[in-house]
């Protein structure tokens, strides 16, 4: 019984990174099993084993970049997180980088969420702006009416943890900090000393999800094998014991 709940409890989350596999920086989830014995019946010299789902982690691997072609789509080549600010103040993390400037010039993601600057602040282009880019470094960089060199607005923050598959998933591809993943270390991309040091921000591209179908179909028929295995083991085991029942009366 407790092997077959958690052999349903693997196939829903394989069947969770099957149906993301076109998510924009959709990290896959890996189950992660245990062995259990029960005491249970011990009095008569029996003990009963099981399995269980020790955790299901987020794998937060690299995703293949795709290339959107437009500036501010945004994807993170190596570690960290994009830091962002919901209306109300709350600040989660993602590697979806789909953003764009809202009808104030604030740079949002899909939900309306704000980008943060390395000051934690929101970024917000000059009503004058005619041109924009983004650097590697997170850098970006305007050019305004009447300027003939582009001038540095700000820099997009990076978040990086000790424990990223700490971090509480909330949907929308997005994250909030827990105990398990401890603080956030905000730094930018390609600062050395930090955890996105070796990071680089692409700006024109998009990350892919990282779950990888083939691989996921093949996990999805081997749990469900092995659950038809475990369902007829049961079947089989109650069948003998009716037979066994039924012979002593």
């Known amino acids: 019984s407790s092997s077959m709940k958690s052999i349903q409890t693997a196939i829903d989350a394989i069947s969770h990174n099957i149906a993301n596999v076109n ?25 009963y084993s099981g399995t269980a789902i020790a955790s299901i982690n987020a794998d937060f691997g690299q995703g293949n970049l795709r290339q959107s072609n437009l500036v501010t789509d945004l994807a993170i080549n190596g570690k960290g997180f994009f830091t962002l600010q919901s209306t109300t103040g709350d600040v ?6 789909h953003f764009s400037f809202d ?18 602040s929101r970024i917000v282009a000059p009503i004058t702006t005619e041109t924009l880019e983004i650097t590697s470094a997170g850098e970006v960089r305007i050019l305004t009416e009447g300027d003939t060199v ?47 040091a070796g990071s680089q921000m692409i700006s024109g591209a998009l990350e892919a999800s990282n779950a990888d179908l083939s691989t996921n179909m093949v996990d999805l ?17 109650n069948e003998i014991l009716e037979t066994t029942l039924a012979l002593g009366r």
Not at 92 to 97: D, H, I, K, S
Request: proline share 4%; hydrophobic share 30%.
């Open 23 to 47: 998510t924009t920086a959709f990290k896959e989830n890996k189950p992660q099993f245990t062995s259990v014995v029960s005491k249970l019946g011990s009095a008569a010299g029996h003990s």
């Open 221 to 237: 028929i081997a749990y469900q094998r092995s659950y038809q295995s475990i369902s007829r083991a049961t079947q089989t085991a």
């Open 92 to 97: 989660v993390y993602t590697r979806a980088g």
């Open 150 to 196: 582009p001038q540095t607005l700000t820099q997009i923050q990076l978040a990086s943890f000790v424990n990223p598959q700490g971090l509480e998933s909330i949907g929308n591809s997005q994250y909030r900090e827990s105990l398990n993943s401890g603080s956030p270390q905000f730094s930018a991309a390609e600062e050395s000393g930090t955890g996105t």
């Open 103 to 120: 009808g104030e010039n604030s740079l949002v993601d899909a939900n309306g969420n704000y980008v943060l600057s390395t000051g934690g």
